[in-house]
């Protein structure tokens, strides 16, 4: 069987190994213009492989139609609705890609001298500015490799501020919203974690945290707009009661994308927070790793901040390591000038009004979807949400139904899934939120589609259970495939 006689919704996906002939070239090299060397000649023998590693031989055109072949059978934002609550896949602009890719920044080398690479120094310069105002945090630094690295850091900072001030704090407050990440960074400074409960309207109940406040208290940890997709109403007050027991407030910057332009959260009393920019100012998700988790913080915290710092000295940029109280370096170098650029251009794109925009236009979106699927799913929580709408199907799952299941459905409706079972405290969660990306053409479609799998969880249950029937692969048992992986492949006799 050829590749053209199989269809996208085929299993029978040649790898390709099993494509590539003996002798097939994709490229032919010129004539060196050196003398030529035997590698053995020049690599000692020990680093030398004893047989020839097993490549696939393919020619160009093979290799070019085999990955966009294989391109077509995934979901990406470029080509589907991509409604992942709390991860914001928005649409990364080509300007960005466009600019990150100019030579003086695809080339720049991390150990140039910092006269060589004044350009770069200043984007970084000036979106740590950029993103001070947008926080209201006086002190950034870009050297974060993750969202996830920039919560540890933050913590770092914290950990180090109390050492610093001679005080015994151990304990870090999480409600039980709180992304997966926050109680995981704790451990891994050092930090017990308490969990603070939420109340019926999905905020944090302030007579439980009340009750857990102490002098041990390092920190809060929120996400404002929270998991939920609900502003924290009394964030303010939260802030007071842990400033009066000397602990801080630190802000999980996930889902900044409902509040740019509208609220800063240093203004409600944020002490340190950490940024996501491939959530919030669309450089890409993935690869390893999003690559640039920016940390702000209060004047009080900034002299524990990562080395070196970016400083300007007249015209001149410069590095500076000298920062006796710094928790040194958490990234090898300075940060990832690849995302730095993207999130630049990005933001200097948009006016401050438009950056206001993206937040009011994420908002209505999701608003929009919560009034379009209220009847169909049950919602938790009374009255609007910020930039995601979280349902339950526990309607549906009187008839076996679960959120799995319509996850799964969605797929054969040309939807990838919104993020399900997250957060924890909602039963058969549907966590949904659009972003400012989204027409409302698409919006329409995407709640025609889940309104019909309600309908269809009622009336042919089966049907949804049995889903997705249009994919190359329905339900693998993804348990098995993490603790037995298949990573090596061997050619058939």
Known sequence: MSMGDLDDTSSETP?????????????????????EKRVDAMVPKRFLRESPADLPEVSEL????HYVWLSRKNFSIDSHFYPLGSCTMKYNPKVNEAVANLPGFRDTHPLQDPAQVQGVLQ???????????????????????AGAHGELTSLMILRAYYRDRGEKRDTVLIPDSAHGTNPASCSIVGFRTLEVRSGKDGLVDLDDFR???DRR???????????????????????KILHGEGAMLYMDGANLNALLGIARPGDFGVDVMHFNLHKTFSTPHGGGGPGCGPVGVIDALAPFLPVPLIEKEDEEFRLNFDRPSTIGKVKSHYGHTGMVVRAYTYIRSHSPETLREISRQAVLNAN????????????????????????????????????????????DLGFHPPTIYFPLIVPECLMIEPTETEGKETLDLFAKAMIQIADESQKRPELVMGAPRRMPISRPDEVAAARNPRLRWRRSS
Not at 62 to 65: D, G
Not at 223 to 238: A, S, V, W
Request: hydrophobic residues 40%; charged residues 25%; contains cysteine.
């Open 15 to 35: 790898l390709i190994f099993e494509i590539g002939r003996p002798g097939r070239r994709g490229s032919t090299l010129p004539e060196p213009d050196v003398p």
């Open 62 to 65: 093979q290799t070019a139609r």
């Open 123 to 145: 984007i970084f310069w000036e979106l740590e500015r950029i993103l001070s105002e947008i926080s209201g945090l006086p002190h950034i630094t870009l050297q974060p490799a």
């Open 211 to 213: 009750k857990k406040v």
């Open 217 to 239: 208290t390092v920190a809060l940890m929120i996400t404002n707009p929270n998991t939920l997709g609900l502003f924290e109403r009394n964030i303010e007050e939260i802030a």
């Open 368 to 411: 929009y979807l919560l009034s379009l699927l209220r009847e169909s799913y049950d919602a938790p929580f009374e009255g609007p949400c910020m930039h995601e709408a979280v349902f339950s199907a526990s309607r549906q799952k009187e008839k076996g139904v679960r959120a799995l299941d319509i996850a799964k459905r969605l797929l």
